[in-house]
């Protein structure tokens, strides 16, 4: 969300009221005066500060396949924004990539559907997007910041992106900078920050999925030389384009639409014609967008799906602060 200047002036007042409300709340929960509830299970919580994309649904994916490997029966506790009749389009996104391996507990009070899936057998729990949700308890706090995004300069809602002041932070476990693919020279320093709860993650891409045809993965060379028309309805649409070119993927034009944007018949029907105007071969969207795609016909031009993974270069560091800290939460009584 980019306002103008002179809306983000007009709004300015606004977002100092959102900033002080936001830090009482906060305060009200650390002094117990606002309770938390605890379930019997771990809750890893992954966030932001922001709105809009840090890698929140990969990031959970991420943790969900390690906790798997080892044999963890996990249950992740989500929201399901922008979603209806218990899914949402990052929802079915989790469902499609973990299948029938994970349970699913979807609502506002995630205290209530966590203790549903306690009494069905649950080791793990995954709160998405889970910092701001104070009510609570988790056993680990993970942040998320996108390098791509800093936040220097940002405002607090609703002038800017901010959900939290930042010295939100202060709650967090561990910080989790995503995107750094484009900046090696960080990358390499945080890197370093071995004795630090501070850890990098890259977007890896690993193939592409044609729309309607199944779950057939393609290399960048199997779709063609393109060039490729893009487009999808994400939190950070540019951090998309810039992966694409960093992956060598041709692109003719580019469309960005609202987050969790539902297309219909006629956006497919403008974005053919939009496509044929730059020469364009083929489209290229999110697996997020794939799952507002449902039900459309793009009978001009096949649209590919990029599918990608998050990787972080100190993986075993990462996992084995996080087993650390539930082995620190199991002790206590």
């Known amino acids: 969300m980019t306002l103008p200047p002179w809306l983000r002036l007009l709004l300015w007042p606004a977002s100092i009221i959102y900033g002080d409300l936001a830090r009482l709340r906060a305060r009200l929960y650390a002094q ?16 932001n500060l922001t709105v809009g994309g840090t ?4 990031m959970v994916i991420f943790l969900a396949e390690r906790f798997l490997s080892q044999g963890k029966r996990v249950g992740i506790l989500t929201r399901g924004y922008k979603g209806a009749a218990g899914t949402s389009d990052e929802i079915e996104l989790m469902k499609f990539r973990l299948q029938d391996r994970v349970m ?8 209530e559907t966590g203790r549903q899936l306690e009494s069905k057998g649950v080791d793990i729990f995954l ?28 405002s607090l809602l609703p002038a800017g992106n901010l959900r939290e ?31 630090y709860p501070v850890f990098s993650a890259v977007t890896r891409l690993l193939g592409f999925r044609r729309f309607g045809a199944g779950i057939q993965l393609f290399s960048a060379s199997e779709i063609g030389p393109g060039p490729f028309y893009v487009f999808c309805g994400i939190g950070n649409p540019k ?35 939009a496509a044929r105007t730059t020469g364009a071969r083929a489209f290229v969207t999110t697996e997020k967008d794939a799952q507002n795609l449902s039900g459309l016909s793009f009978s001009e031009f096949p649209v590919f799906i990029a599918v990608v993974e998050m990787q972080i270069p100190q993986q075993e560091a990462f996992l084995g602060f996080i087993r650390e800290r539930l082995a620190a939460g199991s002790a206590v009584v």
């Open 55 to 58: 890698g929140k649904t990969p």
């Open 239 to 273: 951090a998309f384009f810039h992966d694409l070119k960093t992956w060598n993927v041709s692109v003719s034009q580019t469309s960005e639409f609202p987050d969790h944007h539902h297309y219909d018949q006629r956006d497919a029907t403008e974005l053919e014609q």
């Open 32 to 47: 117990g005066t606002l309770k938390t509830k605890h379930l019997s299970t771990p809750v890893i919580s992954v966030g």
């Open 104 to 111: 699913f507990g979807v609502g506002p009070d995630r205290y």
């Open 127 to 154: 709160l998405d997007d889970g910092f701001q949700h104070l009510p609570l308890f988790r056993d680990v706090n993970i942040l998320l910041m996108d390098a791509s995004q800093p936040l220097g300069r940002e």
């Open 165 to 195: 002041p930042v010295s939100a932070m202060d709650r967090a476990d561990l910080l989790v900078i995503t995107r750094l693919e484009a900046s090696p020279a960080t990358l390499a320093t945080i890197e370093k920050l071995q004795d």
